[in-house]
């Protein structure tokens, strides 16, 4: 196992509602990604973080936003939740520039919405 | 929409057998990255291919990238039932700092 946590397992909300999603880093990694899988698909980018500022972002909406804190450990908020919203959200921690660096996977959050 | 995509999206072989998988990506890379995933978890990193390079081994995995092609393939020797999950490619893209999954092979080895 990687020493990157993610919190919670599991969530079920509402359309319309928001949720946050937290992620630890594994010690030592400064950057943090955070990815969408949808059942029978590969992770999608969503943003990235490194040293507590946006550092790249995917093709989502305005409504996904992050934050990263001065340990490193990082939230995914989503806003005004859709359903095609329910997936899998994944982070991973890295040494900057995780397309030269091995990344960490955490475990996952399944959202469903509803 | 995805940068890679694997093929086949399903393989399934018996134990000993050798299973081979392959990504093209659409844009030019800096490198390439391999994932395994079991049963909707977290992914693990398996190996990683620069752009510069043209075939990289690590224990009973063997991949090999063509750029002119914009495709890489992973070969697992000797399959193991504990080798059954997801296999997904990764690339960075050349320019900004995004990272881009493929579609996944799922791969079943049969005891």
């Given at each position: 196992?990687?020493?990157?946590?993610?919190?919670?397992?599991h969530?079920?909300?509402?359309?319309?509602?928001?949720?946050?999603?937290?992620?630890?880093?594994?010690?030592?990694?400064?950057t943090?990604?955070?990815?969408?899988?949808?059942?029978?698909?590969?992770?999608?980018?969503?943003?990235?973080?490194?040293r507590?500022?946006?550092?790249?972002?995917?093709n989502?909406?305005?409504?996904?936003?992050?934050?990263?804190?001065?340990?490193?450990?990082?939230?995914?908020?989503?806003?005004?939740?859709?359903?095609?919203?329910?997936?899998?959200y994944?982070?991973?921690?890295?040494?900057?520039?995780?397309?030269?660096?091995?990344?960490?996977?955490?475990?996952g959050t399944r959202?469903?919405?509803? | 929409?995805?940068?890679?995509?694997?093929?086949?999206?399903?393989?399934?072989?018996?134990?000993?057998?050798?299973?081979?998988?392959?990504?093209?990506?659409?844009?030019s890379?800096?490198?390439?990255?391999?994932?395994?995933?079991?049963?909707?978890?977290?992914?693990?990193?398996?190996?990683?291919?620069?752009?510069?390079?043209?075939?990289?081994?690590?224990?009973?995995?063997?991949?090999?990238?063509?750029?002119?092609?914009?495709?890489?393939?992973l070969?697992?020797?000797?399959?193991?039932?504990?080798?059954?999950?997801?296999?997904?490619?990764?690339?960075?893209?050349?320019?900004?700092n995004?990272?881009?999954?493929?579609?996944?092979?799922?791969?079943?080895?049969?005891?």
């Open positions: 196992e990687t020493g990157v946590t993610q919190s919670p397992t969530l079920i909300k509402t359309r319309g509602q928001q949720v946050t999603l937290r992620c630890s880093s594994q010690s030592g990694h400064n943090v990604s955070w990815y969408q899988q949808a059942l029978g698909q590969g992770p999608q980018f969503i943003f990235q973080y490194y507590e500022e946006e550092n790249g972002r995917g989502f909406p305005p409504r996904f936003s992050g934050l990263q804190f001065p340990n490193y450990s990082s939230e995914l908020n989503v806003n005004a939740l859709e359903l095609d919203d329910s997936a899998l994944l982070c991973a921690s890295s040494l900057p520039n995780p397309g030269i660096h091995e990344q960490f996977f955490g475990p959202l469903t919405v509803l | 929409s995805q940068q890679g995509e694997e093929d086949p999206q399903a393989l399934s072989i018996q134990e000993g057998e050798n299973a081979t998988m392959n990504c093209s990506y659409k844009t890379i800096n490198n390439l990255q391999w994932y395994r995933q079991n049963s909707g978890r977290g992914l693990v990193h398996l190996i990683l291919i620069r752009s510069n390079e043209r075939e990289k081994h690590s224990g009973r995995l063997r991949v090999t990238l063509d750029t002119s092609k914009k495709s890489s393939s070969l697992i020797t000797a399959s193991r039932a504990a080798d059954t999950a997801s296999y997904f490619c990764a690339t960075d893209a050349e320019t900004g995004q990272f881009y999954f493929g579609t996944g092979t799922s791969l079943t080895v049969i005891p």
